[in-house]
């Protein structure tokens, strides 16, 4: 009689079911038992500074493509947005920005968004101004000149070379928080509206 009944009492410990993995008895294992944690999503920025220690934002050197032009407002996030009428990206992307601004504004974040054109051609800029009235509405400013953008663009670490469009960043102290290059994309709106509130 007892030799069956060990068999079932052997046989019950060795069920899946009431197997427990044995406790991890060295850091390296814990660590390695641990579930997994999901990867951090992509980083929106290229460059991304700790608040308040980004440079300041400042105007570049540059003539108004529209008015009014007016200064940058503090206390609030400023979006400056760099493109030209020769990059179709940036003018795909110049509803998406305008729609982004509108919903953060809606969720109580204040932004200001800025243009600022490379075009080096001022009567070529202002003729495609006047066709296309929706695209970069005021604040719009155009670069005075090529060297004078380049010298600007330094300030915040920024190759001038780079291809556009190129997103700056200022959060309300002023100084620049992010630096995105290339196009938006819809599905990045959660994390701007994250890296904004």
């Known amino acids: 009689m007892r030799f069956p009944l060990l068999l079932l009492v052997a046989g019950l410990a060795g069920c899946p079911a ?3 993995a044995p406790p991890p008895n060295t850091r390296y294992q ?3 038992a ?3 944690a999901k990867a951090p999503p992509d980083p929106w920025c ?3 500074f700790a608040a308040g220690t980004g440079a300041r934002l400042v105007l570049p050197p540059a003539t108004p493509a529209r008015k009014p032009v007016g200064a940058l407002s503090a206390g609030r996030w400023t979006w400056f947005n760099l493109w030209a009428t020769w ?7 110049m509803a998406v920005l305008r729609s982004w601004r509108d ?6 974040v204040a932004v200001d968004l800025w243009f600022l054109s490379l075009d080096e051609d001022a009567d070529e800029l202002a003729k495609f101004l006047a066709a296309y009235p929706e695209v ?3 604040p719009s400013l155009r670069a005075s000149s090529q060297a004078d953008f380049r010298a600007w663009v330094k300030n ?5 070379d780079m291809p556009i469009p190129i997103h700056l960043l200022a959060a309300p102290d002023g100084r620049i928080r992010c630096v995105h290059n290339g196009s938006l994309d819809e599905s990045d709106y959660p994390r701007v509206a994250a890296l904004l509130h």
Do not use: F, M, N, S
């Open 30 to 32: 814990a660590v390695k």
């Open 87 to 93: 990059c179709k990206p940036c003018l795909r992307e």
């Open 34 to 36: 641990a579930p997994t």
């Open 103 to 108: 919903r953060l504004r809606q969720d109580g």
């Open 156 to 160: 915040y670490t920024i190759d001038a």
């Open 18 to 20: 009431a197997e427990k």
């Open 46 to 48: 290229d460059l991304e």
């Open 136 to 138: 970069a509405p005021a």
